[in-house]
C-alpha cells in the first residue's frame, strides 16, 4: 500500500518575522495523525507571488496532500489563490454562496463593503468549497495533477471548524481510510517525564498497539495513549486496558484524561467536598486564582484572593502580623501559614492557599532567587507549609511556583482529609 505523503504550508509574512507563532500547523500534524495520515512537510513562505507559486510547485512534486493554511483574505497581500493559479492555470470563478454571506456579515453589522472584499468569494472552478461557519472566506479542495489541494483560512477558530466539520471525513473518504485511530491522554502531576518512564518502562518496551508517548509539558506530564483497531468501541477497548495497565504502576499522579485539566480536577473535587477555596498571592500575583476561576463553574467553589505584593498589603489587608514581619520576613514559613490563615477567614472560605517566594531577579531578606513557600489552611483540620527551591527565569518560577500549589492541594483533596 502506497504510503501518503502529506505537506501543510502557511502563508503569511507575520509568521516568517515571529510576529505570531505557526500554531495551525502543529494542529493539523495532531488531528492528522489521529487518523493515520502522515505529514512529511511544514513549510512557512512569505506574502510574496513567486515564492508562494514557488513553494507550491515544490510541493505539488513530492506531496500527495497539500494543506494550505493563510492568504484567503480581501487585501493586496493575501496571495494563496493567485499563487496557485499562477503554478497550475486554472479558473477561478465567483462563488455565489460565500458571496452572499459577504454581503450579510456587513450588512449585519451596518457596514459598507469594500470591493476588495468581493476577492474573499473567489474560488476554483469546479473545486469542492467548504463552508466558513465562524469567518468570511470560504475553504476549498483542488485535484491537480494526482494531488489533493486544500485551502483554508489562517485564522485559527476559522481554520479548525472547516477541519473538524469537513474537511477530515472528505480526507478519510479521498485516501480510502478505513482503520480507526483513536487516542487517550493521561494527565499527571508531581512527578518528571524520567520518573516516569521509568515506571512504565516495561509496558512502553512491550507497547504495539496500543501506543504509549509520554510529553513533558508546562502543566505537568501527559501520556499518550493511541489504538489502531476495525472500529472505535474495539479501540476503546484496547485503550481502558492500557490505561489501567497504567494507573496500576503511577495512579497516584494521575490527575485526569484528555481535556481534565488539574484545575478542573481540583474544581470537581471542591465541588463534591463541599468546600470553597481563597488564595494568598505574593509572588504569583493572582496567577493562581486566575487559572481556577478560569474553569466553568468555578464560582461555585471559588471565594476570591487578596494579591499581597508589597509587604504593606501583608500587613494592612491580609494581617500578617508586624512581629511575623519582622522575626521572619515576608519570605518564610512563618508568613506563608498566617498569609493561608487568614485569607480563609477574611474571605470565608474553607480552603486558603497562599505563596510567597522570590522570583528574581534579586535575593531578598538574604534568600536566593528561586525560593518559594506554599501554604494550606483548612480550618481544625490541616495547616501545612512546603518550600521549594525552584530554578528557573522570573515566569517560569513563578509559574512552577502555581503549580506547585496544584499539586499540593490536589493531593490534599485526593486525600480526603476534609470529613
Not at 39 to 53: A, S
Not at 268 to 279: D, P
Amino acid at each position: 500500500m502506497k504510503q501518503i505523503k502529506t505537506e501543510i504550508i502557511a502563508v503569511g509574512t507575520e509568521l516568517l518575522l515571529g510576529q505570531i507563532a505557526n500554531t495551525n500547523a502543529q494542529w493539523i500534524s495532531e488531528q492528522l495523525a489521529l487518523q493515520g495520515i502522515n505529514v512529511y512537510y511544514h513549510g512557512v513562505v512569505g506574502d510574496n507571488l513567486t515564492r508562494v507559486k514557488d513553494t507550491f510547485a515544490l510541493a505539488n512534486d513530492r506531496s500527495d496532500v497539500v494543506i494550505v493554511t493563510g492568504g484567503l483574505g480581501p487585501t493586496d497581500d493575501d496571495l494563496t489563490r493567485e499563487a496557485f493559479q499562477l503554478m497550475s492555470g486554472l479558473t477561478m470563478v465567483e462563488h455565489p454562496a460565500s458571496m452572499e454571506k459577504i454581503e450579510a456579515v456587513f450588512a449585519k453589522q451596518n457596514s459598507q463593503m469594500t470591493p476588495n472584499n468581493r476577492k474573499q468569494a473567489r474560488v476554483f472552478k469546479d473545486s469542492l468549497v467548504f463552508h466558513n461557519p465562524v469567518g468570511m472566506a470560504p475553504g476549498m479542495l483542488v485535484h491537480y495533477n494526482d494531488t489533493i489541494w486544500i485551502f483554508l483560512p489562517g485564522v485559527p477558530r476559522e481554520m479548525k471548524a472547516i477541519m473538524v466539520d469537513e474537511v477530515l471525513p472528505i480526507l478519510r473518504k479521498e485516501l480510502n481510510l478505513t482503520e480507526i485511530i483513536k487516542s487517550y491522554v493521561l494527565r499527571f502531576i508531581g512527578i518528571g517525564e524520567s520518573k516516569l518512564e521509568h515506571e512504565l518502562k516495561e509496558l512502553m518496551e512491550q507497547q504495539q498497539n496500543p501506543t504509549i508517548a509520554p510529553l513533558a509539558q508546562s502543566n505537568g506530564i501527559v501520556l499518550r495513549l493511541t489504538a489502531k483497531a476495525a472500529s472505535e468501541d474495539e479501540a476503546i477497548v484496547m485503550l481502558e486496558e492500557t490505561k489501567a495497565n497504567v494507573l496500576a504502576k503511577v495512579h497516584p499522579f494521575y490527575v485526569g484524561m484528555n481535556d481534565e485539566t488539574i484545575e478542573q480536577s481540583i474544581i470537581n473535587n471542591l465541588k463534591e467536598l463541599k468546600l470553597t477555596l481563597a488564595s494568598a498571592e505574593s509572588l504569583t500575583g493572582g496567577k493562581f486564582i486566575e487559572k481556577i476561576i478560569s474553569v466553568p463553574g468555578a464560582s461555585e467553589v471559588c471565594k476570591g484572593s487578596i494579591v499581597c505584593y508589597d509587604e504593606s498589603v501583608k500587613r494592612d489587608v491580609l494581617g500578617v502580623s508586624e512581629e511575623i514581619l519582622t522575626s521572619y520576613g515576608t519570605v518564610s514559613r512563618e508568613c506563608a501559614l498566617e498569609m493561608s490563615k487568614n485569607v480563609a477567614q477574611k474571605l470565608h472560605s474553607s480552603i486558603g492557599i497562599s505563596f510567597t517566594g522570590i522570583a528574581g531577579p534579586d535575593a531578598v531578606e538574604g534568600k536566593p532567587v528561586g525560593t518559594v513557600y506554599v501554604s494550606v489552611f483548612v480550618q481544625d483540620k490541616v495547616h501545612l507549609v512546603e518550600k521549594f527551591e525552584l530554578i528557573g527565569d522570573r515566569a517560569s518560577i513563578r509559574h512552577r511556583a502555581v503549580m506547585k500549589g496544584f499539586e499540593l492541594l490536589f493531593n490534599l483533596l485526593k486525600q480526603n482529609l476534609f470529613d
